[in-house]
């Protein structure tokens, strides 16, 4: 019976892999319904990677200046408006959520020290084409990082603020 429940349980993992790497393919990457440029236009600083509190605003101007790789757009293809499967800068992502509003998806990037990253809680709203991109405060790079999610955040140190134009 346990070999029976574990060929069941390989296959349904293996078979629903295929199934998602299916749906993230270039092929229907070249498919997508939804084509965004999307750019963060400004961002509010709530803390200091080390934890102190700052509370500082900069705009598209400073963020051109100072922050170049920032304020340059990313564009986002979504295959359709039931779809989890997206790609960002033509790499494929899997939403945390999707729906007629809307959509959410996390990303990490490395921190400025080294074994650690920041997670990115990255929302998008299909009505005013805004985009919101909350950055976390450094957190270890180990597997303790798949505990924080859109409804388990890790302390929040920066928000960005941008807006989004359709491409054809």
């Not at 390989?10 to 965004?36: C, D, P, Q, Y």
């Not at 990677?49 to 200046?65: A, M, P, Q, R, S």
């Not at 303790?144 to 890790?154: L, P, V």
């Amino acid at each position: 019976m346990k070999k029976l429940f574990s060929l069941i349980l390989v296959l349904g993992l293996l078979f629903g892999g295929v199934a998602s790497a299916e749906n993230i393919s270039e092929t229907n990457r070249k498919k997508s319904k939804i084509r965004l440029s999307c750019k963060i236009t400004k961002v509010h600083v709530i803390k200091k990677f080390d934890g102190t509190t700052v509370d500082v605003w900069f705009d598209e101007k400073y963020l051109k200046e100072k922050l170049g790789k920032l304020a340059e757009p990313i564009t986002l293809e979504i295959f359709d408006k039931d779809s989890l499967a997206m790609w960002v800068e033509k790499k494929p992502v899997l939403m945390d959520s999707h729906d007629k509003n809307g959509f959410t998806y996390l990303s990490t990037s490395e921190a400025q020290k080294k074994g650690f990253i920041q997670i990115h809680y990255q929302s998008f709203k299909y009505d005013n084409l805004k985009f919101k991109s909350e950055a976390s405060m450094m957190i270890k790079d180990d597997d303790n990082q798949y505990n924080f999610g859109f409804r388990n955040k890790a302390e929040i140190s920066s928000i960005g603020y941008g807006n989004c134009k359709r491409l054809k």
